[in-house]
């Protein structure tokens, strides 16, 4: 079975200074992961994925994960928050039985202080 | 083009309306999605439309009616629905389903209010 566990409900940080955003998964098999990001009363847009090739992923807005097989984990980094990076941040996991499902970590909140 | 449009916005509907929630790609995807998203919770699976045919129906009550009249629309029909119905309906299109990965794009979503 698919899940994953994002550490953190809410992270604050200075703008300027850089962001982690925690996410462990657990799979059965070789996982395909994701992070979407959410601004208030929006719909989901993608930031990246990892999909087995690169274990160091690129998104959009100079954000970028890494993946790690021995810890688990596909944390979101980006080297300065910007204001504008303020919105909620899921931690995405896909299901490879054929139904393409996407299992959602709860979420974590990032607070950009100015 | 990566977009998938969601009309109306907002939708304010007592118990014993019925009403519509349509959502639209042009990216000639081939799977269609509707998620029922709660405050402050992530997205939950509804239903998944998989070339224009209902493939996953996750338990969800009568009272929510998905059709995909074609390739291109989704729509939600609503009726006689519950105060805890109210929430943000997302809908989402991905290339196909399948064993391998397709990501999948959102609509900004309707936010519903049932009184």
């Known amino acids: 079975a698919q899940s994953v566990t994002q550490l953190d409900s809410h992270v604050s940080v200075s703008e300027g200074t850089p962001v982690l955003l925690r996410c462990n998964y657990s799979?059965?098999?070789?996982?395909?992961l994701f992070w979407y990001v959410q601004h208030p009363n929006k719909g989901l847009q993608l930031l990246l994925k990892?999909?087995?090739?690169?274990?160091l992923v690129k998104g959009i807005n100079g954000f970028e994960a890494e993946f790690k097989k021995s810890e688990t984990s596909f944390h979101l980094t980006k080297p300065s928050a910007h204001m504008s990076d303020a919105a909620e941040y899921f931690c995405?996991?896909?299901?490879?039985?054929?139904?393409?499902?996407?299992?959602f970590g709860t979420g974590t909140r990032l607070t950009v202080i100015p | 083009d990566t977009e998938v449009t969601q009309t109306p916005k907002h939708l304010v509907m007592g118990m014993t309306n019925k009403k519509s929630l349509k959502c639209e790609q042009h990216?000639?995807?081939?799977?269609m999605y509707w998620y029922k998203q709660k405050a402050k919770k992530p997205p939950e699976l509804m239903f998944v439309y998989s070339y224009e045919k209902l493939s996953i129906n996750e338990s969800v009550p009568s009272r929510f009616s998905p059709e995909c009249p074609n390739s291109s629309l989704l729509n939600l029909h609503l009726h006689a629905l519950q105060p805890e119905d109210s929430a943000l309906y997302l809908c989402?299109?991905?290339?196909?389903?399948?064993?391998?990965?397709?990501?999948?794009?959102f609509g900004p979503g309707t936010r519903l209010t049932v009184t």
């Open positions: 989402a299109s991905s290339q196909r389903t399948g064993t391998e990965t397709y990501e999948q794009y």
């Open positions: 995405v996991v896909s299901d490879l039985t054929g139904a393409n499902n996407l299992f």
């Open positions: 799979s059965s098999y070789s996982p395909s």
């Open positions: 990892y999909t087995s090739a690169a274990t």
């Open positions: 990216m000639g995807h081939r799977a």
